[in-house]
């Protein structure tokens, strides 16, 4: 190899590597809404769910409304206010499962937020199904 090679090797090696730095300063730059999920009450009937929505991104980011996907496909908006989230900021909604009339809490697939530019966070309820059986056993006195 000649030292042209071995300079435009070098040059290709520098860009990638500056390619890979500013990518992920665009990923740490931009807003990200993260939803953490809890079902709270002694019985289904009186349960709800419990919704904490966080900002960690490094940008202020408008949350626009917030949903709940029953069953498949129906999209129940349950939220809808515009509330703008500053870096590390929290927002608490309760969302009462009389709110969906359902007949289990566990009819609930998803939550999602949306912000003003049109991006869908989403926490699935697959995660704190402990939570609703233990509730379940409480309620039926298995």
């Known amino acids: 190899m000649q030292t042209s090679d071995w300079i435009a090797f070098g040059s290709l090696v520098i860009s990638l590597i ?23 009450g002694n019985s289904i009937s009186d349960g709800k769910y419990h919704i904490t929505i966080t900002n960690d991104g490094r940008r202020p980011s408008t949350l626009s409304e917030v949903a709940a996907r029953i ?56 995660g704190i199904v402990w939570q609703i059986l233990n509730a379940w056993k409480l309620e039926s006195g298995r």
């Open 18 to 40: 500056a390619l890979w730095v500013s990518w992920l300063a665009y990923r740490r730059d931009k807003s990200h809404l993260k939803l953490a999920l809890e079902f709270q």
């Open 71 to 126: 069953g498949f496909g129906k999209r129940q908006v349950f939220y809808e206010q515009e509330l703008t989230l500053d870096e590390g900021k929290t927002k608490s909604i309760s969302a009462p499962l009389q709110l969906f009339q359902i007949q289990h809490p566990l009819a609930i697939m998803s939550f999602e937020a949306k912000d003003t530019t049109g991006k869908k966070y989403r926490a699935f309820t697959l």
